[in-house]
C-alpha cells in the first residue's frame, strides 16, 4: 500500500481527472452498445458475430487499461460512475483516506478506513 502525503495526492489529480473522463467515455461505449453484445454472446457458437463488437471490444480493453493506470498509482478507486477515490494517508499516526471526487479542485477531504464517503471530513 502506498501511503500518499496531500501534496503527492494533490499532484496527481490532473491524470486522474484525465482517466476518469476518458474512463466515462469507455463506459458510454459498452453501455451504449451491451445489448448487441449480450445477443451476439448467446449466438457465439452459431458464429454470432456483431458489426459492433470491435468497438465494444475495444472500449472493454480500454477500460481495463485505464482502471489499471489508476490502481498503478496507489490510488484506490471507490465508485468509477462518480470518479470518487481514496489516498492512503497517514493522519495522527494511523492510516486514513485522503479522499477525492472528480469536479473538485483539490483534496480536501478524509475520513477513517471504515467511515466511507459519508464520514468525510474537512482537512
Known amino acids: 500500500m502506498k501511503i500518499f502525503t496531500l501534496e503527492e495526492a494533490n499532484s496527481l489529480l490532473p ?8 474512463l466515462k ?5 459498452l453501455q451504449r452498445f ?5 445477443r451476439a454472446h448467446k449466438h457465439a457458437n452459431e458464429g ?3 458489426e459492433v463488437g ?3 471490444a475495444h472500449a472493454l480493453f ?7 493506470r489508476i490502481h498503478s498509482l496507489g490510488v484506490e478507486i471507490k465508485d468509477m460512475e462518480r470518479g470518487l477515490c481514496d489516498f492512503p494517508a497517514l493522519h495522527e499516526g494511523r492510516v486514513v483516506y485522503l479522499c477525492w471526487l472528480l469536479g473538485e479542485d483539490r483534496i480536501e ?6 467511515a466511507g464517503f459519508a464520514g468525510r471530513q474537512p482537512l
Open 48 to 50: 454470432g458475430g456483431t
Open 15 to 22: 491524470e486522474l481527472r484525465r482517466l476518469f473522463l476518458a
Open 54 to 56: 470491435v468497438r465494444y
Open 62 to 68: 480500454t477500460t481495463m487499461d485505464y482502471l489499471q
Open 34 to 38: 451491451a445489448l448487441e453484445a449480450k
Open 109 to 114: 477531504w478524509w475520513h477513517d478506513l471504515e
Open 25 to 29: 467515455a469507455e463506459r458510454a461505449v
